[in-house]
């Protein structure tokens, strides 16, 4: 690692890092320590040397590796929607047969017979089409 102290360290960082946000008296003392210290020289030409490591890098993922990222994130969202359709399926399900049941028993009871023509509401003889006949029918029913 680095002899320095830890405040010179800073210092040199900030200088490597960030040289404008330096003041004027911190700028001429590093300088002044690179041009006499050999520890500041050295940890200096380390610091430059990781800076441009670091800028060649290129991190280096496996075949397909974005591809298996984006699957397992779909799977995730799947797996989410999928238990939540596990968890309320039956108790929607259940309410609406209920729902089903009850209407179907309802038009059963009241018209004596289950048929797509009570169902849909089309059970009105054929004595009932005038319109005058119409109204008595319906007064009549209530």
């Known amino acids: 690692m680095t002899t320095l102290p830890p405040d010179s360290y800073e210092l040199l ?6 040289p404008d946000n330096l003041s004027d008296e911190e700028r001429q003392y590093v300088q002044q320590q690179l041009q006499t210290q050999t520890d500041w020289q050295a940890e200096y030409a380390r610091l430059a040397q990781l800076r441009t490591q670091l800028q060649h890098y290129q991190p280096q993922f496996a075949p397909n590796f974005a591809d298996r990222v984006l699957n397992r994130q779909k799977s995730a969202q799947l797996t989410a929607i999928t ?7 039956p108790r929607v399900a259940a309410a609406a047969a209920c729902v089903g049941l009850f209407f179907a028993l309802h038009t059963y ?3 004596g017979t289950i048929s797509i023509e009570t169902i849909t509401g089309n059970y009105i003889s054929d004595e009932y089409n005038e319109e005058s006949d119409w109204d008595e029918y319906i007064y009549e029913s209530l």
């Open 13 to 18: 960082l900030r200088a490597t890092d960030t």
């Open 83 to 89: 238990k939540l359709m596990l968890l309320w399926f």
């Open 109 to 111: 009871l009241h018209e």
